[in-house]
DNA sequence: CTTAAAAGTAGTAATCATTACTACTTTTTA
DNA sequence: TAAAAAGTAGTAATGATTACTACTTTTAAG
């Protein structure tokens, strides 16, 4: 049934090869390296499916843009409201608590976020 | 040097007074009610300087919207993918490490962020 | 094979949440 | 009490994302 383009799998490789988490732009100009003219509407597009199928992940941060991170692992994102960055942090789930110590990143605030279905949608 | 206006606190009051997590936009219709000509403009900008200071709390889910929300206190945000509803939950951290038991939502993945300052940025 | 339906794509136009801007009002402070 | 500072309403602009159209690639059946 498909789901298969040499569009689809550039754009997973490239997630899967980068250690951030890019921007739908961000990773149109990456696979652009390899797949020249390809269309930033297919890269959102594809993104959108790799999500829903659970191949990666989607961070939103508030930053205004969508982000994408091939690495589904468990694992915290820090995001400094200053630089913008996000970093990523193994921490254990014990120092969720009082958020203390993330390698010299001084939190504020934290939000999880669970995707899923509730409990209606499940049902049908 | 202010940061008093009728428009911030009724927002504030606004986002307190109700338990679930809406957009500036609904923020904007709620507080219409007490301030009829109040501008949207108005509502993005206190609902950003009342993020900043720390006193509400946003949560992005990746629908294209930034959700707002009065509880600072820890808590997940279930997002169920079908209906687009965002429950609170206070599931014990023990359980965030197989989500499951999430009240009869059916858990795929999660995302957690930490906002603060980077060890960079800490140092100015 | 080969051909028609299905799925995907490039490129462009449209949408819509958010931000910027301007003239005006309220608050602060000296 | 008057001038500076901060905030506001209303509108215009921005920019990330989505929708749309004509075209290409893949799939599947004879």
């Not at 739908?24 to 199928?53: D, F, K």
């Not at 589904?72 to 014990?94: M, P, Q, T, W, Y």
């Not at 958020?99 to 605030?109: K, Q, V």
Request: aromatic residues 6%; negative net charge.
């Amino acid at each position: 049934m498909a789901n298969y383009s040499k569009q689809r799998e550039a754009i997973l490789t490239e997630l899967q090869n980068r250690c951030d988490h890019p921007t739908a732009a961000q990773v149109y100009e990456g696979v652009r390296q390899v797949i020249p003219n390809i269309s930033l509407g297919t890269v959102y597009r594809n993104l959108a499916a790799l999500v829903e199928s659970g191949e990666i992940l989607s961070v939103s941060v508030g930053d205004g843009k969508e982000h994408f991170d091939g690495d589904k692992s468990f694992h915290l994102h820090l995001h400094c409201k200053n630089c913008g960055a996000i970093i990523d942090s193994r921490v254990e789930r014990e120092k969720l608590k009082n958020l203390a110590d993330l390698d010299g990143f001084t939190p504020e605030n934290s939000v999880c976020v669970v995707y899923g279905l509730c409990k209606n949608c499940n049902k049908q």
